[in-house]
Protein backbone atom coordinates (compact mmCIF):
# COMPACT_ATOMS: atom_id res chain seq x y z
CA UNK A 1 0.00 0.00 0.00
CA UNK A 2 3.36 2.23 1.17
CA UNK A 3 4.13 1.96 -2.56
CA UNK A 4 1.22 2.52 -4.41
CA UNK A 5 1.13 6.11 -2.37
CA UNK A 6 4.68 6.48 -3.29
CA UNK A 7 3.59 5.60 -7.00
CA UNK A 8 -0.10 7.21 -7.29
CA UNK A 9 -0.24 9.73 -4.74
CA UNK A 10 2.83 10.97 -3.60
CA UNK A 11 3.64 13.22 -6.32
CA UNK A 12 0.50 14.92 -6.28
CA UNK A 13 1.65 16.12 -2.49
CA UNK A 14 4.79 17.26 -3.11
CA UNK A 15 3.51 19.12 -6.05
CA UNK A 16 0.61 20.57 -3.65
CA UNK A 17 3.46 21.33 -1.26
CA UNK A 18 5.93 22.75 -3.13
CA UNK A 19 3.44 25.07 -4.46
CA UNK A 20 2.66 26.04 -1.06
CA UNK A 21 6.21 26.59 0.16
CA UNK A 22 6.96 28.84 -3.11
CA UNK A 23 3.61 30.50 -2.57
CA UNK A 24 4.35 31.61 1.22
CA UNK A 25 7.91 31.94 0.48
CA UNK A 26 6.87 34.55 -2.16
CA UNK A 27 4.31 36.46 -0.17
CA UNK A 28 7.06 36.74 2.86
CA UNK A 29 9.13 37.85 0.33
CA UNK A 30 6.98 40.40 -0.78
CA UNK A 31 5.98 41.56 2.36
CA UNK A 32 9.82 41.84 3.52
CA UNK A 33 10.55 44.41 0.87
CA UNK A 34 7.23 46.67 1.39
CA UNK A 35 8.20 46.84 5.30
CA UNK A 36 12.09 47.08 5.06
CA UNK A 37 13.44 43.68 5.67
CA UNK A 38 10.85 43.68 9.14
CA UNK A 39 8.67 40.75 8.22
CA UNK A 40 9.97 38.52 11.22
CA UNK A 41 9.36 41.32 13.53
CA UNK A 42 5.75 41.79 12.02
CA UNK A 43 5.18 37.88 12.50
CA UNK A 44 6.57 38.13 15.84
CA UNK A 45 4.21 41.12 16.81
CA UNK A 46 1.57 39.39 15.36
CA UNK A 47 2.32 36.00 17.30
CA UNK A 48 3.49 37.46 20.57
CA UNK A 49 0.94 40.72 20.63
CA UNK A 50 2.08 41.84 24.34
CA UNK A 51 5.92 42.45 22.95
CA UNK A 52 7.30 45.78 23.68
CA UNK A 53 6.80 48.41 21.06
CA UNK A 54 3.92 50.02 19.05
CA UNK A 55 2.15 47.65 16.04
CA UNK A 56 -1.72 48.44 15.59
CA UNK A 57 -1.85 44.14 14.65
CA UNK A 58 -5.55 45.22 13.39
CA UNK A 59 -4.53 48.19 11.15
CA UNK A 60 -2.02 46.35 10.15
CA UNK A 61 -3.81 42.73 8.98
CA UNK A 62 -6.45 45.31 7.03
CA UNK A 63 -3.43 46.73 5.36
CA UNK A 64 -1.51 43.82 4.70
CA UNK A 65 -4.50 41.90 3.22
CA UNK A 66 -5.54 45.19 1.29
CA UNK A 67 -2.36 45.67 0.02
CA UNK A 68 -1.56 41.84 -0.97
CA UNK A 69 -5.20 40.74 -2.05
CA UNK A 70 -5.28 43.85 -4.48
CA UNK A 71 -1.99 43.32 -5.93
CA UNK A 72 -3.19 39.64 -6.50
CA UNK A 73 -6.73 39.84 -7.98
CA UNK A 74 -5.76 43.72 -9.76
CA UNK A 75 -2.89 42.42 -11.03
CA UNK A 76 -2.55 38.82 -11.91
CA UNK A 77 0.31 38.73 -14.02
CA UNK A 78 1.76 38.95 -10.33
CA UNK A 79 1.46 35.81 -9.77
CA UNK A 80 2.96 34.42 -13.30
CA UNK A 81 6.10 36.65 -12.47
CA UNK A 82 6.46 35.46 -8.81
CA UNK A 83 5.49 32.00 -9.50
CA UNK A 84 7.23 31.49 -12.91
CA UNK A 85 9.86 34.45 -13.76
CA UNK A 86 10.98 32.43 -16.30
CA UNK A 87 7.43 33.32 -18.06
CA UNK A 88 8.35 36.94 -17.98
CA UNK A 89 9.75 37.43 -21.47
CA UNK A 90 6.92 35.22 -23.03
CA UNK A 91 4.17 37.30 -25.05
CA UNK A 92 0.92 36.00 -23.88
CA UNK A 93 -1.19 35.86 -26.65
CA UNK A 94 -5.43 36.35 -26.12
CA UNK A 95 -8.24 36.42 -28.26
CA UNK A 96 -11.20 38.52 -27.75
CA UNK A 97 -13.63 40.39 -29.68
CA UNK A 98 -12.11 39.13 -32.80
CA UNK A 99 -8.57 40.82 -31.81
CA UNK A 100 -5.64 39.01 -31.37
CA UNK A 101 -2.41 41.25 -29.65
CA UNK A 102 0.41 40.70 -27.70
CA UNK A 103 1.75 42.22 -24.19
CA UNK A 104 5.14 41.04 -22.09
CA UNK A 105 4.80 40.64 -18.39
CA UNK A 106 6.27 43.71 -16.85
CA UNK A 107 9.27 43.74 -14.45
CA UNK A 108 8.72 43.48 -10.90
CA UNK A 109 9.37 47.25 -10.45
CA UNK A 110 6.86 48.29 -13.17
CA UNK A 111 4.24 46.31 -11.64
CA UNK A 112 4.78 47.49 -8.06
CA UNK A 113 5.76 51.10 -7.43
CA UNK A 114 6.13 51.69 -4.18
CA UNK A 115 7.18 55.71 -3.90
CA UNK A 116 3.65 57.11 -3.10
CA UNK A 117 2.43 56.23 0.58
CA UNK A 118 4.11 52.57 -0.39
CA UNK A 119 0.96 51.50 -1.86
CA UNK A 120 0.65 49.12 -4.93
CA UNK A 121 -0.17 50.55 -7.90
CA UNK A 122 0.07 48.34 -10.76
CA UNK A 123 1.44 49.66 -14.15
CA UNK A 124 0.18 48.33 -17.33
CA UNK A 125 0.00 49.84 -20.77
CA UNK A 126 -3.45 52.64 -21.69
CA UNK A 127 -5.30 49.97 -24.08
CA UNK A 128 -5.50 51.63 -27.66
CA UNK A 129 -8.40 52.11 -29.56
CA UNK A 130 -9.08 48.71 -31.07
CA UNK A 131 -11.16 47.65 -34.39
CA UNK A 132 -13.74 46.01 -33.95
CA UNK A 133 -14.65 43.17 -37.18
CA UNK A 134 -18.20 44.06 -37.88
CA UNK A 135 -18.05 41.68 -40.55
CA UNK A 136 -17.81 38.84 -37.67
CA UNK A 137 -21.43 39.92 -36.42
CA UNK A 138 -22.77 37.78 -39.25
CA UNK A 139 -21.32 35.02 -37.29
CA UNK A 140 -23.67 33.84 -34.90
CA UNK A 141 -21.11 31.41 -33.17
CA UNK A 142 -18.73 34.43 -32.56
CA UNK A 143 -21.54 36.20 -31.42
CA UNK A 144 -21.76 33.16 -28.48
CA UNK A 145 -18.21 33.08 -27.90
CA UNK A 146 -17.97 37.14 -27.69
CA UNK A 147 -21.04 39.42 -27.32
CA UNK A 148 -24.45 37.52 -25.69
CA UNK A 149 -24.99 35.77 -22.97
CA UNK A 150 -28.49 35.03 -21.26
CA UNK A 151 -30.26 33.47 -18.41
CA UNK A 152 -30.45 29.94 -18.14
CA UNK A 153 -34.56 29.45 -19.21
CA UNK A 154 -33.78 30.92 -22.79
CA UNK A 155 -31.03 28.33 -23.50
CA UNK A 156 -28.93 30.63 -25.45
CA UNK A 157 -27.85 29.02 -28.48
CA UNK A 158 -26.71 30.06 -31.55
CA UNK A 159 -30.77 29.23 -33.02
CA UNK A 160 -31.34 32.43 -30.82
CA UNK A 161 -28.37 34.57 -32.42
CA UNK A 162 -29.77 33.91 -35.97
CA UNK A 163 -33.45 35.20 -34.97
CA UNK A 164 -31.76 38.61 -36.01
CA UNK A 165 -29.51 39.93 -38.66
CA UNK A 166 -26.70 41.75 -36.24
CA UNK A 167 -24.36 42.63 -38.94
CA UNK A 168 -27.27 44.96 -40.53
CA UNK A 169 -27.98 46.24 -36.85
CA UNK A 170 -24.68 47.17 -36.38
CA UNK A 171 -24.70 49.26 -39.11
CA UNK A 172 -28.07 51.01 -38.96
CA UNK A 173 -28.43 55.15 -38.49
CA UNK A 174 -29.25 55.86 -35.37
CA UNK A 175 -30.24 59.52 -34.83
CA UNK A 176 -31.93 61.83 -31.93
CA UNK A 177 -33.84 64.93 -33.28
CA UNK A 178 -32.08 67.70 -31.08
CA UNK A 179 -34.28 70.17 -32.39
CA UNK A 180 -37.50 68.96 -30.67
CA UNK A 181 -38.94 71.25 -27.94
CA UNK A 182 -39.11 69.35 -24.45
CA UNK A 183 -36.99 66.42 -23.30
CA UNK A 184 -35.57 64.52 -25.89
CA UNK A 185 -34.21 62.09 -22.98
CA UNK A 186 -36.08 59.85 -20.16
CA UNK A 187 -33.90 58.34 -17.16
CA UNK A 188 -35.44 56.14 -14.26
CA UNK A 189 -35.01 53.82 -12.06
CA UNK A 190 -37.29 50.56 -12.29
CA UNK A 191 -35.65 49.64 -8.85
CA UNK A 192 -35.10 52.90 -7.48
CA UNK A 193 -33.61 51.73 -4.03
CA UNK A 194 -30.08 49.74 -5.21
CA UNK A 195 -27.50 51.72 -3.57
CA UNK A 196 -23.32 50.98 -3.43
CA UNK A 197 -21.52 49.15 -0.70
CA UNK A 198 -20.26 52.42 1.25
CA UNK A 199 -24.17 53.59 1.09
CA UNK A 200 -26.51 53.60 3.73
CA UNK A 201 -29.49 51.78 1.70
CA UNK A 202 -31.99 53.87 3.89
CA UNK A 203 -30.17 57.29 2.11
CA UNK A 204 -31.72 55.92 -1.66
CA UNK A 205 -33.52 58.49 -2.48
CA UNK A 206 -30.37 60.89 -2.00
CA UNK A 207 -27.52 58.35 -3.18
CA UNK A 208 -27.59 55.39 -5.21
CA UNK A 209 -28.55 54.71 -8.62
CA UNK A 210 -31.03 57.41 -7.83
CA UNK A 211 -28.06 59.75 -7.51
CA UNK A 212 -26.60 58.27 -10.85
CA UNK A 213 -29.39 58.88 -13.08
CA UNK A 214 -29.27 62.27 -11.93
CA UNK A 215 -25.74 62.82 -12.72
CA UNK A 216 -25.83 61.17 -15.93
CA UNK A 217 -28.58 63.22 -16.90
CA UNK A 218 -26.60 66.21 -16.35
CA UNK A 219 -23.54 65.39 -18.36
CA UNK A 220 -25.84 64.58 -21.55
CA UNK A 221 -27.19 68.06 -21.20
CA UNK A 222 -23.88 69.46 -20.80
CA UNK A 223 -21.66 67.39 -23.69
CA UNK A 224 -24.61 67.50 -26.30
CA UNK A 225 -26.98 69.89 -25.01
CA UNK A 226 -29.63 67.46 -24.79
CA UNK A 227 -32.77 67.49 -22.24
CA UNK A 228 -32.76 65.44 -20.22
CA UNK A 229 -36.16 64.18 -17.60
CA UNK A 230 -35.12 62.18 -14.33
CA UNK A 231 -38.13 60.37 -13.20
CA UNK A 232 -37.51 58.84 -9.37
CA UNK A 233 -41.11 57.30 -8.98
CA UNK A 234 -40.68 54.80 -6.46
CA UNK A 235 -41.80 51.21 -7.87
CA UNK A 236 -41.87 48.78 -5.04
CA UNK A 237 -44.84 47.27 -3.25
CA UNK A 238 -45.95 50.00 -0.55
CA UNK A 239 -42.63 51.97 -1.73
CA UNK A 240 -40.76 49.02 0.24
CA UNK A 241 -41.14 45.61 -0.58
CA UNK A 242 -38.97 44.03 -3.78
CA UNK A 243 -41.97 41.43 -4.93
CA UNK A 244 -41.43 41.19 -8.92
CA UNK A 245 -44.38 43.19 -9.46
CA UNK A 246 -41.98 46.59 -9.94
CA UNK A 247 -41.94 46.53 -13.68
CA UNK A 248 -45.88 46.10 -13.75
CA UNK A 249 -45.82 49.10 -11.57
CA UNK A 250 -43.53 50.96 -13.57
CA UNK A 251 -45.27 50.55 -16.93
CA UNK A 252 -48.30 52.89 -16.62
CA UNK A 253 -46.03 55.49 -15.06
CA UNK A 254 -43.80 55.53 -17.67
CA UNK A 255 -46.19 54.95 -21.02
CA UNK A 256 -48.13 58.10 -19.41
CA UNK A 257 -44.64 60.33 -19.06
CA UNK A 258 -43.81 59.26 -22.16
CA UNK A 259 -47.70 60.37 -23.98
CA UNK A 260 -47.19 63.58 -22.09
CA UNK A 261 -44.13 63.82 -23.61
CA UNK A 262 -43.42 62.86 -27.55
CA UNK A 263 -40.33 64.66 -27.48
CA UNK A 264 -38.49 61.91 -25.63
CA UNK A 265 -37.00 59.73 -28.28
CA UNK A 266 -34.37 57.60 -25.74
CA UNK A 267 -35.31 55.60 -22.49
CA UNK A 268 -32.94 54.72 -20.49
CA UNK A 269 -33.81 52.08 -17.27
CA UNK A 270 -30.55 52.61 -14.95
CA UNK A 271 -29.92 49.65 -12.66
CA UNK A 272 -27.35 48.81 -10.32
CA UNK A 273 -27.06 45.01 -10.72
CA UNK A 274 -26.37 42.51 -7.89
CA UNK A 275 -23.21 40.38 -7.67
CA UNK A 276 -20.42 39.08 -4.85
CA UNK A 277 -17.54 39.85 -6.47
CA UNK A 278 -15.80 43.22 -6.99
CA UNK A 279 -15.01 44.05 -10.45
CA UNK A 280 -14.45 47.39 -11.79
CA UNK A 281 -12.00 48.90 -14.32
CA UNK A 282 -9.27 51.41 -14.70
CA UNK A 283 -10.54 54.25 -16.53
CA UNK A 284 -8.35 57.47 -17.21
CA UNK A 285 -6.84 56.78 -14.48
CA UNK A 286 -9.83 55.84 -11.97
CA UNK A 287 -11.74 52.97 -10.64
CA UNK A 288 -14.69 52.42 -12.99
CA UNK A 289 -17.74 50.26 -12.25
CA UNK A 290 -18.26 47.71 -15.24
CA UNK A 291 -21.31 47.90 -17.70
CA UNK A 292 -23.92 45.26 -18.91
CA UNK A 293 -27.09 45.92 -21.32
CA UNK A 294 -29.72 43.68 -20.95
CA UNK A 295 -32.39 42.95 -23.59
CA UNK A 296 -35.45 41.32 -23.02
CA UNK A 297 -36.69 39.73 -26.09
CA UNK A 298 -39.96 38.13 -25.21
CA UNK A 299 -39.30 35.06 -26.88
CA UNK A 300 -39.06 31.56 -25.09
CA UNK A 301 -38.62 27.80 -25.18
CA UNK A 302 -41.53 25.43 -25.17
CA UNK A 303 -41.35 21.78 -24.00
CA UNK A 304 -39.62 20.65 -27.20
CA UNK A 305 -37.29 23.43 -26.89
CA UNK A 306 -38.59 25.87 -29.58
CA UNK A 307 -38.38 28.82 -29.47
CA UNK A 308 -41.89 30.54 -29.15
CA UNK A 309 -42.90 34.72 -28.31
CA UNK A 310 -44.61 35.79 -25.13
CA UNK A 311 -47.59 36.31 -26.36
CA UNK A 312 -48.68 37.82 -23.14
CA UNK A 313 -45.31 40.08 -23.31
CA UNK A 314 -45.37 42.16 -26.61
CA UNK A 315 -42.39 44.43 -27.45
CA UNK A 316 -42.31 45.57 -31.35
CA UNK A 317 -39.31 47.10 -30.78
CA UNK A 318 -37.04 43.93 -29.72
CA UNK A 319 -34.98 44.58 -32.95
CA UNK A 320 -34.55 48.12 -32.48
CA UNK A 321 -33.46 47.51 -28.99
CA UNK A 322 -30.89 45.28 -30.14
CA UNK A 323 -29.65 47.72 -32.97
CA UNK A 324 -29.10 50.14 -30.12
CA UNK A 325 -27.28 47.92 -27.36
CA UNK A 326 -24.91 46.12 -30.20
CA UNK A 327 -23.56 49.45 -31.47
CA UNK A 328 -23.15 50.98 -27.83
CA UNK A 329 -21.32 47.47 -27.17
CA UNK A 330 -19.54 47.96 -30.20
CA UNK A 331 -18.45 51.46 -29.04
CA UNK A 332 -17.58 49.96 -25.43
CA UNK A 333 -15.40 47.47 -26.93
CA UNK A 334 -13.77 50.02 -29.35
CA UNK A 335 -12.82 52.50 -26.62
CA UNK A 336 -13.51 50.90 -23.06
CA UNK A 337 -12.65 47.18 -23.64
CA UNK A 338 -12.00 46.25 -19.91
CA UNK A 339 -15.17 48.36 -18.64
CA UNK A 340 -17.34 46.42 -20.73
CA UNK A 341 -19.83 43.16 -19.68
CA UNK A 342 -21.33 40.71 -22.40
CA UNK A 343 -25.07 41.93 -23.34
CA UNK A 344 -27.48 39.68 -21.01
CA UNK A 345 -30.54 38.26 -23.04
CA UNK A 346 -33.62 37.49 -20.86
CA UNK A 347 -37.21 35.45 -21.79
CA UNK A 348 -39.54 38.87 -20.48
CA UNK A 349 -39.44 42.52 -21.75
CA UNK A 350 -38.77 44.59 -18.77
CA UNK A 351 -38.85 48.46 -19.99
CA UNK A 352 -37.83 48.47 -23.35
CA UNK A 353 -41.14 48.48 -25.06
CA UNK A 354 -42.55 51.86 -25.22
CA UNK A 355 -39.65 53.81 -27.89
CA UNK A 356 -37.58 52.02 -30.58
CA UNK A 357 -34.35 53.32 -28.70
CA UNK A 358 -34.57 52.24 -25.16
CA UNK A 359 -31.49 50.53 -22.77
CA UNK A 360 -31.58 49.12 -20.00
CA UNK A 361 -28.63 49.51 -18.20
CA UNK A 362 -27.21 47.37 -15.10
CA UNK A 363 -24.12 49.80 -13.74
CA UNK A 364 -21.59 48.05 -11.24
CA UNK A 365 -22.53 45.69 -8.58
CA UNK A 366 -23.50 46.10 -4.93
CA UNK A 367 -20.05 45.42 -4.50
CA UNK A 368 -18.98 48.57 -6.18
CA UNK A 369 -18.71 52.01 -4.50
CA UNK A 370 -20.81 55.21 -5.71
CA UNK A 371 -17.75 56.52 -6.84
CA UNK A 372 -16.88 53.45 -9.37
CA UNK A 373 -20.09 54.30 -10.43
CA UNK A 374 -19.91 57.62 -11.09
CA UNK A 375 -16.99 56.82 -13.00
CA UNK A 376 -18.40 54.87 -15.33
CA UNK A 377 -20.58 57.73 -16.50
CA UNK A 378 -18.07 59.96 -18.94
CA UNK A 379 -17.78 56.76 -20.57
CA UNK A 380 -21.31 56.31 -21.22
CA UNK A 381 -22.04 59.35 -22.24
CA UNK A 382 -19.63 58.96 -24.95
CA UNK A 383 -20.59 55.60 -26.46
CA UNK A 384 -24.27 57.57 -26.75
CA UNK A 385 -22.61 60.57 -28.45
CA UNK A 386 -20.50 58.31 -30.78
CA UNK A 387 -23.75 56.06 -31.38
CA UNK A 388 -26.29 58.98 -32.34
CA UNK A 389 -23.49 61.26 -33.33
CA UNK A 390 -24.06 63.75 -30.96
CA UNK A 391 -22.24 66.64 -31.28
Do not use: C
Amino acid sequence: MFKNYLKKIFPYHLVLILFLVFSFSATYNELNFKTNNLSSLIFTKIAVPNIAGELNVELFGKEYAKQIFSLGVKSPLTYIYQSMPFFKDIPIYFDSVGLVGTFDIPDAHELINLETENTYIPQFPTPPKQKIDLSKLGDSSYLLRNMFIADAALELDTDVLDMWDFEELANRNLKIDTDVDGPQVLIFHTHVKETYIDENPKDYKTGGISSVGAELGRILEEEYGLEVMHNTDNFYLNGEIQDYGEYDRMGPVIEKIIENNPSIQLVIDLHRDSGITVDSAPINGKEAAKVMFVNGITTQRDLEGNLKPLSHLVNPYVEDNLALTIQMQIQGLTYYPDMMRRIYLKIYRYSTYMVPHSLLIELGTETNTIEEAMNALTPIVDMLGRVFDLK
